[in-house]
């Protein structure tokens, strides 16, 4: 049996109410930090899917987006890192299409299937940009969903699957453009996402000999907050009984992320015994059936996308936003950090992608950065790798700076933290409400975008006040 | 061990104006510094046989020196160390004259900080490392990160323990007024320096000191020299230096209370100068206000007050003019601004007219023994240089 052995889910803080975008438009949607993108979000998501799990039993890491920050270097070894994985796993991007995220759960099936892999982590983030104003800038949300595939232990196994794809120019980005571009709805809808999952899901279900009522839920992405009513009922499904809610409300349409952050949403829903089909949309439609099993009730301790979205805080002033997707210009840094170095980087990967510390095998103290002769006991070069991106701190003390920031994000918060469990460390907080920060406040830790450099897109471990 | 104690004598000092000097670079400001120097020793740049050239960004190797003041072939090192760097030249070259090696030395330390964008750049390794572009920011943080924490920790109030900075602020620009050399020479109210916007909580703007340009310059030589050249020459009593071993951020030990590098230093000079009494037998003192915390800290870990009572001492008016113990008696970093590798000369220059009874308006009554301190850079990093210098028996 094949299937997701474990999921997880990333929802950024922020909520930018529609209404500062179009007057009268209703809810929300869920916008990124400054200091987040793809990889930092779908870092999170699998983090979340990861929760108990021994991470060296991880030999696959598969990262779908259309909002990946290279054209041309891999994200999913950036987000193994992130997620402390070893290194001998298969790690691959999948791109170009929102259907993506499917894609890529498609071939981390295959690959279990074919005994090539025994567990792979399967990510899919996205923000993607639209025409500031546009119909789309409402839709858009930002989110992260995460699926740990495996043969064993399996909450939900997949049943069936079934492709199709059409050529049409329905939502398109060239490489020259930073915001998706699309046609009149009326025929994009109708020849592109309408007819495109219909005859996925029409497709699976005649091939494998499935009826409407064979499923207790239906997963479909949605380009906007009703079309998937439109098609479900063309489908023969309930929309109001076996029809998943596609979040718009509260979240958006998170492109490659969305059919797998709405599963997730499904399976926080499921007991064992229901039948759910899920199926993307995206240049043709990826169209699954999983059976949902006993484990699922094993694997609930996740934050995954309820408790996600319910831990928000408002963002109302689109100029915000705009700021923080670097639409709006901000104001050129005084530079002062020359130039990465791209050895540096690579030398200290360890410590700051993985945010390994290391503990003294003479003395027992952790410390970070690593250290070679013992900050405690003074011993040379007898360490081992401590990893500090899952443990909790407290801050020790802060400073809420206005002259070093980034003008993105004012005052810009500067904080000593003592891990639990031993080690201290110097770093920003993010995610955070001035209001609220003190000495003692509990804290943990997120992998975030530092300032672009040269073309180099550096990441780092931030403190944040622990989302509940 | 025998130190540094009435081996070195300083006969000549030189200081420049400091602010934002567009129209000089860093050797025009090395003439002026060095010129009223040779002038005050009555010496002439043929006389100096070595010298150090203190500097974090405004030059490299002794050739800017030798350049400047067209010194021919003569032995030159540059001093870096951060805020300490012109303590530290000052220290290199006193012991040069201690060891023998040569007579008459020239300690200069110049920067031009307003040519890097109002501050200083960070285009350093350590702890600036370039694996990331996370710490990119000046200091300030750290410094409010130990005000915050010192906050915390004897339970103030942020309105109370604002009122304090606001004192000290308060007291180093009255002292600025009377110091021509200054950048700023105007008084300020305690409500002005509450009230200041925030520059990195919980350091307002008053609570910070400026941004200039400057230089200043020290001619040391041997005592037996210094009596052939002048009466009012000074003896250097005591020279110290410490440089974090990066244990703050490594160790939930360190309080964020104090500075360690200051405390051993201070503990060094002492038992060098045969101080055993701070409070009592210093008369004045120029100690590194780059910050409010940053002086009501030092006072505490130069010994001035009791660990935790500064606050008290402040209150009674202890470092004032008129105080038992002056400190900052020019107005300080507060008020001449932060060229880092000048500022240390620069505080010796004043302690050294202080003892002289040259100091003008702001002369004390008593100014026997004087002390200077310099601290700088980020927790567990920090560098921090201390001189006392006194009158000759």
Redesign the interface.
């Known amino acids: 049996m094949v299937g997701i052995t474990a999921y997880g889910a990333y929802v950024p803080l922020f909520r930018l109410s529609r209404e500062a975008i179009a007057e009268g438009a209703k809810g929300e949607k869920s916008i990124c930090n400054f200091d987040e993108d793809s990889i930092t979000m779908a870092a999170a998501a699998a983090i979340d899917c990861l929760n108990g799990i021994d991470r060296d039993t991880v030999d696959g890491l598969y990262f779908a987006s259309t909002t990946h920050p290279y054209k041309e270097k891999l994200g999913a070894t950036t987000i193994a890192m992130a997620a402390d994985l070893k290194t001998d796993i298969l790690t691959t991007d999948f791109s170009h299409s929102l259907r993506a995220g499917t894609s890529a759960l498609k071939s981390a099936l295959d690959a279990v299937k074919a005994g090539s892999a025994k567990k792979v982590l399967v990510t899919a983030a996205d923000c993607r940009l639209a025409f500031p104003r546009s119909a789309f800038e409402p839709n858009f949300g930002d989110g992260a969903g995460a699926l740990l595939i495996g043969d064993t232990d399996v909450a939900a196994s997949v049943e069936a699957s079934y492709s199709v794809y059409n050529e049409i120019m329905d939502v398109w980005r060239h490489e020259n453009d930073s915001f998706v571009r699309t046609w009149e709805d009326r025929f994009t809808l109708a020849h592109g996402y309408l007819a495109g999952v219909k005859e996925a899901v029409s497709g699976l279900m005649k091939k494998f000999g499935y009826s409407p009522g064979d499923f207790s839920k239906v997963v479909l992405y949605s380009p906007d907050g009703r079309r998937h009513t439109e098609l479900a009922k063309s489908l023969g499904f309930d929309p109001k009984t076996q029809v998943q809610d596609p979040l718009f409300a509260v979240m958006g349409n998170t492109g490659t992320a969305s059919p797998l952050m709405l599963l997730v949403a499904a399976l926080e829903e499921a007991k064992a015994g229901d039948r759910i089909l899920l199926a993307s949309y995206g240049d043709g439609s990826d169209a699954f059936v999983l059976q949902v099993t006993e484990q699922i009730e094993k694997i609930r301790g996740r934050r995954g996308m309820k408790k996600h979205l319910a831990s928000r805080k408002a963002v109302t002033d689109y100029k915000d936003y705009l700021a923080w997707r670097g639409i709006l210009p901000a104001e050129p840094r005084?530079?002062?950090?020359?130039?990465?170095?791209a050895p540096?980087?690579w030398?200290?990967r360890d410590a700051?992608l993985r945010l390994h510390g290391v503990k003294c095998k003479a003395c027992g103290t952790v410390?970070?950065p690593p250290?070679r002769v013992c900050?405690?006991c003074h011993t040379k070069d007898q360490f081992e790798p401590y990893r500090l991106s899952d443990k909790r701190a407290r801050v020790?003390?802060?400073?809420?700076?206005?002259?070093?920031?980034p003008v993105l994000e004012l005052?810009?918060v500067?904080?000593?933290i003592?891990f639990d469990g031993?080690?201290?460390?110097?770093?920003?907080l993010t995610d955070r409400d001035p209001e609220q920060i003190?000495?003692g406040l509990p804290v943990e830790m997120t992998f975030r975008k530092?300032?672009?450099?040269g073309g180099i897109q550096?990441?780092?471990w931030k403190s944040m006040p622990i989302r509940t | 061990m025998e130190g540094i104690k009435d081996k070195v004598a300083v006969v000549g000092m030189g200081c420049t104006q400091f602010g934002e000097l567009w129209d000089k670079n860093h050797r025009d400001l090395m003439v002026d510094a060095a010129y009223e120097a040779f002038e005050d020793a009555g010496l002439e740049p043929k006389d100096i046989q070595m010298a150090w050239y203190g500097s974090r960004e405004s030059g490299f190797t002794g050739t800017q020196l030798a350049s400047a003041l067209k010194l021919e072939y003569i032995p030159i090192s540059r001093v870096e160390n951060f805020c300490a760097g012109g303590t530290d030249t000052f220290r290199n070259a006193c012991y040069g004259v201690a060891s023998g090696v040569c007579d008459i030395a020239l300690a200069i330390g110049v920067e031009k900080c307003k040519d890097h964008?109002?501050?200083f750049?960070?285009?350093i390794l350590e702890p600036?490392?370039?694996?990331?572009?996370?710490?990119?920011?000046?200091p300030?943080?750290?410094f409010?990160?130990?005000?915050?924490?010192y906050m915390?920790h004897y339970g103030w109030k942020y309105e109370d323990l604002k009122r304090i900075f606001a004192m000290i602020d308060v007291k180093n620009h009255h002292n600025g007024t009377m110091s021509p050399k200054a950048q700023f020479h105007r008084e300020i109210t305690i409500e002005q320096a509450i009230n200041a916007?925030?520059?990195?909580?919980?350091?307002g703007l008053f609570d910070a000191c400026g941004v200039s340009d400057g230089s200043a310059a020290a001619i040391v030589t041997t005592p037996e020299i210094a009596k052939s050249l002048k009466k009012d020459y000074m003896l250097v009593k005591a020279l110290a230096l410490t440089n974090g071993a990066?244990?703050a951020?490594?160790?939930?030990e360190?309080d964020?209370l104090h500075f360690p590098e200051a405390v051993a230093a201070a503990a060094q000079a002492y038992k060098e100068a045969g101080i055993t009494n701070p409070r009592q037998e210093i008369d004045c003192a120029e100690v590194h206000d780059c910050f409010a915390i940053t002086e009501l800290i030092t006072y505490e870990d130069l010994g001035f007050s009791p660990r935790g009572k500064a606050s008290e001492d402040v209150e009674a008016g202890s470092f004032t003019l008129e105080g038992d113990l002056p400190v900052n008696t020019d107005g300080g970093l507060k008020c001449f601004g932060h060229p880092l590798s000048a500022s240390g000369l620069r505080m010796i220059y004043e302690i050294y007219h202080q003892l002289q009874g040259k100091a003008g308006p702001r002369q004390l009554k008593k100014a026997d023994m004087g002390l200077v301190h310099n601290i700088g850079g980020i927790?567990g990093f920090f560098n921090c240089a201390i001189a006392i210098l006194g009158k000759p028996e």
């Open positions: 005084k530079e002062t950090v020359v130039f990465l170095s540096a980087i030398r200290e700051n410390q970070f250290q900050t405690h020790f003390t802060f400073a809420m700076d206005r002259i070093t920031s005052p810009i500067t904080t000593t003592d031993g080690g201290r460390m110097q770093c920003f003190e000495c530092l300032p672009m450099k550096s990441y780092f | 964008f109002g501050g750049n960070m285009d600036f490392d370039r694996s990331m572009t996370e710490w990119d920011g000046p300030v943080n750290q409010a990160q130990l005000a915050t924490r915390y916007p925030i520059i990195s909580y919980p350091l990066g244990q951020v490594l160790q939930p360190y964020f927790c």
